[in-house]
């Protein structure tokens, strides 16, 4: 998010192509990181390829994606990234990165660190499965496919299903200024759940492989703060995803960074947590 002016170059990668190697039971495929990312899920989704359908509908290029380790539905993206291929500004040199070497988290990367600030991503490659059962474990897809087993269910249709959620919980791009969700979900000790669970016994919760469980943010702001659609002047929380922050329009850069605290103080008085931008913030 930008802040204010901003004093420097922007520069937008244009780099296209995208390389298949067939590996018997899987498929390799570099992706130029100038390439639309959800081009290349639907590309998958119609070469029958399992990993990335659940990442349908985000926006952006495929070169954001491992910086920011995009998730959604039960799905991250680190998962079937294989390498990044990146220009590395200190040695003026291409050179590739191994799946581990970007140091992959929730919501971030060794691109969001000072080590991995002078590497710009030119291509990613990611390893595809030719067979497999669709993760449908999301509530919103749970509840959309009813008794259907995930067996049953083809890559069409999984992603057909993710593209209707996220219609029905994101603000259309070409009629509202949003980043999508502004916040992260909160990552807590097991003691600190245990003591908000016992006062929100219903309060969706995940324990994640790194330790920790992590907590929806959304469910917080709605249901524990009845935050879903709150509105100061032109900007507010989406009133059908309390995660989304929404400019109405004519909402300065200050106005939405003013807002964006007011939310984080309080969850902080309310409920005991600090929450963290998924938004960078440029100035």
């Excluded at 994606?65 to 590395?88: L, S």
Aim: glycine share 12%; charged share 25%; net charge neutral.
């Amino acid at each position: 998010m930008l802040v204010g002016e901003f004093d420097g170059l922007l520069i937008k990668l244009n780099l296209c192509g995208m390389e298949w190697s067939d590996r018997g039971e899987t498929v390799l495929v570099k992706v130029a990181s100038g390439e639309g990312w959800d081009a290349f899920v639907e590309e998958t989704v119609t070469r029958g390829l399992y990993g990335v359908e659940n990442l349908s509908g985000i926006p952006g290029t495929v070169g954001a994606a491992p910086i920011q380790n995009i998730g959604a539905y039960g799905a991250e993206v680190k998962d079937v990234i294989h390498a990044v291929d990146v220009f590395d500004t200190g040695e003026m040199r291409v050179r590739t990165l191994t799946r581990s070497e970007c140091r992959f988290g929730y919501r971030t990367s060794i691109f969001k660190t000072s080590e991995g600030k002078g590497l710009i991503v030119v291509a990613v490659t990611f390893l595809l499965a030719k067979t497999g059962t669709p993760n449908i474990s999301y509530k919103d897809l749970t509840r959309r496919f009813g008794t259907r087993s995930p067996s049953s269910l083809s890559l069409g249709e999984v992603r057909r299903a993710v593209l209707a959620v996220r219609r029905e919980k994101f603000p259309p791009l070409d009629g509202y200024g949003t980043a999508g969700s502004f916040f992260k979900n909160p990552i807590v000790t097991r003691e600190v759940y245990e003591r908000l669970a016992a006062a929100h016994p219903t309060l969706p919760a995940f324990p994640i492989p790194e330790g920790g469980v992590k907590l929806s943010l959304a469910w917080i702001l709605d249901k524990a703060l009845g935050l879903k659609g709150f509105r100061k002047g032109a900007v507010g929380l989406y009133e059908k995803q309390p995660l989304v922050l929404v400019n109405f329009g004519g909402a300065t850069a200050a106005e939405v960074e003013s807002f964006a605290k007011e939310i984080a103080e309080r969850v902080r008085e309310k409920i005991g947590i600090e929450i963290e931008w998924e938004v960078e913030k440029l100035s």
